[in-house]
């Protein structure tokens, strides 16, 4: 395959950074292609464990070329942080093998300070943002309201065009929202400490993803969350502000052309959300409390519990209708090997009536799990390599989830290091 997704199939965290990492290894080029630093991807290597929230977890593979895509929301503060981090552990960051579109809006300090300043005024109606400016960010991008990464080489534009900008930003900030206007001297001290260092990266990624592709080279494309927080096709509004789906990916990379030949999903053997809006197969109490432990369900950015519930599949089953997922990758079954039995939720229940459709957003909050339990195996399983060797009741379930989603599941991940998977 040349042209590659990596998507999530559900609410996020399914696990796509360590799939990433492992599968980095058959291409020349990972893109990420939309979101920004409101998710993280854990990957675990020689070099040590990262959340990355914008790098592209290819950076790892000596020869990989990583570029961060025009569809991003480019954070130069935590790209930055991010870079330096990943530096002192020892891995090469260069424009070899880092590169950055100069058509990528960049993420201003006003957009996380909008963010926090609209979730501090819906109170509890608050939509549960990470408050990394991503909401107010592709909002501006959508009004044409954003700085391309492209711009920071051209400093006498650049500083027309944020004059204009702050101008109007101001009036917003000050008159909304009554916080204090931001001033140029502080935004030219911000440009200083971070725009400047990730400036040598900047480049016309879209003439050098054409190339790539012109010459065969294999490229994979990361996403960020999952489907149910698409911004078209989530459990609007408890969505991102950007488009999660592979669909969307040829669009975000630089390469609209591109015809993807795989998209691999990426399903958590269970589910966990975080933040706010209805979650079906929400578990509560002492189970949640057993089953957020075992799998560490705790945000890469936050660090907040995440909510946690058996593996839905009326929503999974739609999240790889939407991804047109051609294969899944299955994470974290080694988590539920301490269950008696298994639960998961096989469908939903609204209006009285048992249903296998994913509902419209607005009624889902209506909808009630119906749980079924598959036998557990009791057992650690987080040494098996081989599908044969897990045990019977961990293929059964591994079967059952596959005839029910309808999509073949060609890898099962049984722990976080890049070898614990088997392949199928
Ligand atoms: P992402 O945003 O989709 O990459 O998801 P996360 O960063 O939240 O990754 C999920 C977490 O689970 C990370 O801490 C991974 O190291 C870990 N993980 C991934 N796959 C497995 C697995 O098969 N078993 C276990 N036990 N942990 C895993």
Known sequence: ???????????????????????????????????????????????????????????????????????????????????????????????????????????????????????????????????????????????????????????????????DLLEWKNLTLTQVYGAPAVTMAELEGWLEAYCEKIKPYICDTGAFLRQAQSQGKKILFEAQLGALRDLDYGIHPYTTSSNAIAAYAPVGSGLPSAKLDAVVGVVKAYSSCVGEGPFTCELFGAEAEALREAGAEYGAKTGRPRRVGPLDIVATRYGVQVQGATCIALTKLDVLSYMDEIPVCAHYRLDGEITDAFPFPARLADAQPVVEYKPGWKCDISGARTWEELPQAARDYVTYVEEQIGCHIGYVSVGPERDSIILR
């Open 1 to 163: 395959m040349q042209n590659c997704a990596i998507v999530g199939i559900n609410w996020g965290d399914e696990g796509k950074g360590r799939m990433v990492d492992l599968l980095t290894r058959d291409f020349d080029v990972v893109v990420r292609y939309q979101g920004g630093g409101n998710a993280g991807h854990t990957v675990i290597n020689e070099y040590g464990k990262f959340a990355l929230h914008l790098l592209p977890s290819g950076i790892f593979r000596p020869g990989v070329v990583n570029i961060l895509g025009n569809g991003v929301a480019l954070d130069p503060e935590n790209l930055w942080k991010e870079m330096e981090e990943v530096a002192a552990k020892g891995v090469p960051l260069s424009p070899e093998n880092l590169k950055i579109s100069d058509r990528a809006s960049i993420l201003m300090p006003w957009h996380r300070e909008l963010d926090g300043l609209e979730e501090a005024r819906l109170k509890d109606k608050k939509f549960g943002s990470t408050k990394q400016g991503i909401a107010p960010f592709y909002s501006d991008k959508y009004q044409k309201k954003t700085i391309l990464a492209g711009e920071l080489l051209y400093p006498q534009h650049l500083k027309e065009h944020l004059q």
